[in-house]
């Protein structure tokens, strides 16, 4: 058997490895010693002469957390696994040799406590929700490896003064304060919790630290201490009740005290309960006697009395709680129990664990249902603050880059989300997707610890249908910005393509300074600026030829869409008409005149809705025209619908199309936009129904236009 009898001078203060095995085979006679022996061996060598930060021999660490273990009375295997629980990550140790000499199980448990550890070289952004969520995945497996955790986080806290950097305490106290304690809590590990924050709290707030220990003091120098007093009346009081009871007392922890004090809004002086008694009896029954002693000798703080007796935490604890004014402006709180409360009140599910018949695999289950329960549910006011930082963690899921950056995400997210997580440029480029390896569709949502590999391509641009597929705040916010500049370019474009028209038909050349004042008397920022306003039609096109040229939107500009040219046979000469607005006929269509009271005729295209609806009234009220083109009738805009894919610059070949074949476009106004198309109705000025039908049929056959419809 291994055995090292003697321990090198460097290991002086170290627990023994006699001492430790003793310890353990104090409450658990069945312990397989060799087993433990084993494992301390075998951590002394693969630690060899590394240090601590305190000058300690690294090797001491884990024997500590050893030890700590053994005051919570846990078994065999999780006592070798903490003596093991660094070999893996901080020495040449492997796991396949690990399972060779200590088997699975152990080989088991420590790799779990090796994953919980890697977390902690994360990036701080990611670090809390990243530790939380291997956590819950390694309480899944086996609650002894957040045991050995928490035990080697509170060794660490101890020794937390040795290391140098003051970032580095700062950053595991604050972990400790945000992660471990409220964990040590959940599972009922109170002594731990306390210890922790106390810990946590002294590096964190060592200001407000040391004023409250400092009043404590004076506190207690001033009064006397008077615990003592207070705990033996107490204990008095019962026996004369005929209540056998253990009293302890204590002041509250600084941190606890602080949180009372910033919760409350009050002054350390304002204070009134700073000491806590603790009333152990016999049975739950004895527990109700007591608390009746109590409230007969002084009045109880109202709402400040719990019974977690009948009516116990989620995490298991049980206890009366209430608070009694001792004495003028002294309020003590007192807690009563039994004796097996107590002892699961300090150290929660592992001290039930410890205490109550050997958890073995099938018993196991259960507890993690327990447990599981209660990191998902809180239902008391006082837990609500974790219970808040739970949720938020439940719906979120982690996945990695392939070079192992962890991203947190909100449950759903999909690899474009992932994709701006990691960095906008990458989002904006993404064309695909491989998640553990395998190509995927960018719209697949990514599971709790997927491994996502982003596929870019420079030529990319974020496209219109990722809106319906991210779900993260940073990836739509980037997605429709780009969106937004993309639309903006192409407006601008097409805003030039009638730019340029419009100055073309300006009275005279166009001065040197005729673009700025336009832009000041239009309250533009930019050329750009005047050239999407002109493509969004915010303006006629007489204002903006005005702007450029004031007084020249008089008789010779705008050639008017209905102009002159228009005849159309059998009207009365002079009187007034106009071209529907509802089908925009152009000179061809077959047309009919409608007689409107006070608006004169109105000319629509003979197939136009308007008239299928009047024809199903009464024939009093519609008035029908016969009408038709007048010979060389030119000119009049026809109104279509094109649906155009969503792609970059579709718009654009639109325009150069309608161009291409001789129309203007007048209008032009977004109308629906999906994942796929958006459609656009264009007023377009044509000559005939024959120039429309030929720009129609052009459109159709390019490749940006899906789809087009006259209206
Ligand atoms: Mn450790």
Redesign the pocket.
């Known amino acids: 058997m291994l055995q090292s009898n003697a321990a090198p001078p460097h290991l002086q203060g170290v627990l023994r490895q006699y001492e430790l095995v003793d310890r353990v085979l104090e409450y658990d006679p069945q312990a397989n010693e060799a087993l433990l022996n084993r494992a301390y061996v075998f951590s002394l060598h693969a630690h060899g002469s590394q240090k601590r930060a305190s000058g300690d021999p690294y090797f001491s660490?884990?024997i500590e957390?050893a030890g700590i273990l053994t005051d919570l009375r846990l078994d065999d295997e999780t006592i070798a696994t903490a003596i093991l629980?660094?070999t893996v990550?901080d020495t040449v140790a492997t796991p396949e040799e690990i399972e060779r000499i200590f088997g699975p199980s152990v080989a088991r448990l420590v790799e779990g406590v090796t994953k919980l550890?890697k977390i902690e070289a994360q990036t701080e952004s990611e670090r809390a929700a990243e530790n939380l969520r291997k956590f819950l995945l390694a309480m899944s497996d086996d609650i002894r490896v957040l045991l050995v955790k928490l035990a080697?986080r509170l060794?660490?806290m101890r020794t937390l003064h040795h290391i140098a950097k003051p970032e580095k305490r700062r950053r595991i106290a604050k972990e400790t304060m945000d992660i471990y304690a409220p964990l040590a809590e959940r599972i009922g590990m109170y002594e731990f919790m306390r210890e922790m924050q106390t810990l946590a709290f002294q590096q964190l707030e060592p200001e407000a630290y040391e004023s409250i220990a400092r009043r404590l003091e004076q506190l207690g120098e001033a009064g006397g201490n008077r615990i003592p007093a207070i705990a033996e009346g107490l204990a008095g009081l019962l026996a004369r009740g005929g209540v056998e009871a253990e009293v302890s007392g204590r002041e509250k922890h600084p941190y606890s005290i602080w949180r009372k004090m910033a919760e409350r809004h009050i002054s350390f002086e304002q204070l009134s309960d700073i000491m806590a008694f603790r009333v152990v009896v016999d049975s739950e029954e004895e527990c109700y006697r007591a608390l009746g002693l109590i409230h007969r000798r002084w009045p109880s703080v109202p709402g400040r009395f719990k019974d977690y007796i009948s009516t116990p935490k989620r995490n298991g604890y049980r206890s009366l709680h209430t608070t009694v004014i001792h004495a003028e402006n002294t309020r003590v709180e007192i807690q009563v129990r039994t004796r097996e409360m107590h002892a699961q009140a300090e150290f929660g599910l592992a001290a039930h664990w410890a205490y109550k018949d050997r958890v073995r695999a099938d018993h196991q289950s259960s507890w993690i249902r327990d447990l599981v329960e209660i990191l998902d549910t809180a239902d008391s006011p006082e837990e609500l603050l974790e219970h808040t930082r739970m949720a938020m963690y439940a719906d979120r899921i982690f996945a990695f880059t392939p070079k192992g950056e962890l991203h947190q995400l909100p449950k759903g997210a999909t690899p474009i989300d992932f994709a701006y997580a990691v960095h906008t440029d990458l989002g904006d480029q993404a064309v695909g997707a491989k998640i553990n390896g395998r190509v995927v569709p960018l719209s697949t949502v990514i599971e709790n610890g997927d491994q996502v590999q982003i596929l870019r391509s420079a030529g990319q641009t974020p496209q219109r249908a990722w809106l319906g597929v991210a779900i993260t705040g940073k990836a739509l916010a980037a997605i429709r910005r780009s969106l937004r500049h993309s639309e903006r370019a192409e407006h601008a474009a097409l805003g030039r393509k009638l730019y340029v028209d419009l100055v073309e038909r300006l009275p005279a050349q166009l001065g040197q300074d005729a673009l700025a004042h336009a832009l000041k008397r239009l309250k533009l920022a930019d050329e750009e600026a005047l050239l999407v306003a002109i493509a969004r039609r915010q303006f006629t096109d007489a204002q903006v030829m005005e702007a450029l040229m004031p007084g020249s939107a008089g008789a010779d500009i705008a050639p008017a869409p209905q102009a002159s040219a228009i005849s159309i046979k059998g009207l009365t000469p002079g009187v007034a008409f106009d071209l529907a607005g509802c089908c925009h006929p152009v000179p061809g269509d077959r047309i009919v005149g409608l007689r409107r009271p006070d608006a004169g005729i109105e000319v629509h295209a003979i197939d136009c809705g308007v008239l299928t609806d009047l024809a199903d009234r009464s024939a009093a009220e519609t008035d029908w025209v016969d009408l038709a083109w007048g010979d060389g009738a030119d000119g009049a805009v026809a109104r279509i619908q094109v649906q155009v894919k969503n792609v970059p610059g579709s718009l654009g070949i639109v325009s150069t199309i309608i161009g291409a074949h001789g129309a203007n476009i007048i209008a032009l106004r977004l109308d629906t936009r999906d994942a796929r198309f958006h459609t656009n109705t264009i007023d377009v000025e044509v000559h005939d129904v024959q120039q429309l039908m030929r720009l129609i049929a052009g459109l159709r056959a390019a490749d940006a236009v899906n789809a087009v419809e006259r209206v």
């Open positions: 660490h884990p957390v629980h660094d990550e550890s080697d060794h660490n």
